[in-house]
């Protein structure tokens, strides 16, 4: 509690007191760009991330990045998701997964969380289309590999459940709304984001600059080649990549089972 007090006097003192006029701005309304969902794991910050301020993010946080269907629930989820984009009238939503997720190990040993956390497993349960894909279409998975495919369809899954809500699917239908899925990595700070032409996932920079998430600039030149996933049937090039996180050759299985199922 000493630290957050001290940190509170450092934000009153120091940021605050350069950025008045942004603070003034925001005492009137907010007007964020971008409705980000992501985990409450501490390790994830997505401010931090993202370089935004306060303002420029509508944030849902919550174990495992979970977005319950329409009429699933009555929890918080939906009522941010409906006020984001109906009342602030946001166009830009990112589903943000991240490795080593405390919530995905435990949606894969879900029966096990009943006895003693039984609210962790009923949450969790929100996610059983994450875990149906995961059993039925990678059941050759150990280890890392079954979470990292676990994190990256889970994230997919999420996009999926958002579109079953009435004001999302309206939005869609003008052609106002855009979904973005991303994967954090902790360890080495790198972000992907899912491309759905290429079956994917690749440096989101191109991706921000085209629909204006970021200032209007020429496209990010990036070093790292993208790793493909081919669809059922096909061959893929496996096209190298510097990524730990999503190897050249899990990355060539990684779309595989969710791209059958749909």
């Not at 370089?51 to 269907?69: E, H, K, S």
């Not at 969380?113 to 497993?121: G, I, N, T, W, Y």
């Not at 049937?233 to 059958?260: C, F, K, M, N, P």
């Amino acid at each position: 509690m000493k630290q957050l007090i001290k940190g509170l006097r450092e934000f009153q003192s120091n940021y605050f007191c350069k950025n008045l006029e942004l603070f003034e701005q925001l005492a009137h309304g907010q007007h964020p760009r971008v409705l980000f969902i992501t985990c409450s794991d501490s390790r994830v910050d997505p401010n931090l991330i993202t370089q935004t301020q306060p303002g420029d993010l509508f944030v849902i946080r919550n174990a495992g990045n979970i977005i319950p269907p329409f009429g699933a629930t009555n929890g918080g989820e939906g009522a941010a998701v409906e006020y984001a984009i109906q009342a602030l009238d946001i166009q830009q939503v990112v589903v943000c997964g991240h490795s080593h997720c405390g919530a995905m190990k435990g949606l894969l040993k879900l029966d096990s969380l009943e006895a003693d956390m039984p609210l962790v497993h009923n949450w969790l349960k929100h996610a059983e289309a994450t875990r149906r894909l995961i059993k039925e279409n990678y059941g050759g998975y150990e280890g890392e590999d079954l979470m990292e495919v676990t994190t990256a369809e889970n994230v997919l899954t999420q996009i999926d459940n958002l579109r079953t809500y009435p004001v999302i699917r309206s939005r869609l239908h003008q052609g106002k709304l855009r979904f973005y899925a991303w994967i954090y990595e902790i360890e080495s700070g790198e972000v992907l984001a899912y491309d759905e032409e290429r079956h994917a996932f690749v440096p989101p920079h191109g991706q921000l600059v085209d629909d204006g998430l970021i200032d209007k600039q020429p496209p990010i030149q990036v070093e790292k080649t993208a790793v493909n996933c081919p669809l059922p049937g096909q061959v893929s090039d496996r096209a190298s990549s510097s990524y730990t996180w999503l190897s050249a050759e899990q990355a060539d299985r990684i779309y595989r089972g969710s791209a059958a199922a749909r």
